[in-house]
C-alpha cells in the first residue's frame, strides 16, 4: 500500500510564497515521476510541473520563473517552492507518482492567494 501525504498549503497574501512537501510511504523501491497538479474551483486539474529521476523537470507556462520543484530520493519526495503568488494561482494542489508502473495521488492541499 503506498500512501502520499501533502503539507504547506495555506493563506498568502498576494507576492508572498509557500512551500509544498510531499511524501511518499508504503513499499516503495524506486519513483521515476514526482509531480504537482493543480485544480482551481470549477476547472480541471492540471498539470504545475514534473520531475524525473533524472533531474528533468516539465513546466506549466503560467508557473515557470516563479515556482521551483526538487526532489529527495531518499526520502521518497517532492517539494514545490512557489514565490511571487498570484491570486490566478488560488487552488487546490496534488502530488502525483509514477511508482512500478502506477500513478498515485495525494489528498490535495489547499493553497489560497489573496489579492
Known amino acids: 500500500q503506498v500512501r502520499l501525504v501533502e503539507s504547506g498549503g495555506g493563506l498568502v497574501q498576494a507576492g508572498g510564497s509557500l512551500r509544498l512537501s510531499c511524501a511518499a510511504s508504503?513499499?516503495?523501491?524506486?519513483?521515476?515521476?514526482m509531480g504537482w497538479y493543480r485544480q482551481a474551483p470549477g476547472k480541471q486539474r492540471e498539470l504545475v510541473a514534473t520531475i524525473i529521476s533524472g533531474g528533468d523537470t516539465n513546466w506549466s507556462d503560467s508557473v515557470k520563473g516563479r515556482f521551483t520543484i526538487s526532489r529527495d530520493n531518499a526520502k521518497n519526495a517532492v517539494y514545490l517552492q512557489m514565490n511571487s503568488l498570484k491570486p490566478e494561482d488560488t487552488a487546490v494542489y496534488y502530488c502525483?507518482?509514477?511508482?512500478?508502473?502506477?500513478?498515485?495521488w495525494g489528498q490535495g492541499t489547499q493553497v489560497t492567494v489573496s489579492s
Open positions: 508504503g513499499s516503495i523501491d524506486s519513483i521515476n515521476v
Open positions: 502525483r507518482m509514477n511508482i512500478r508502473g502506477y500513478y498515485y
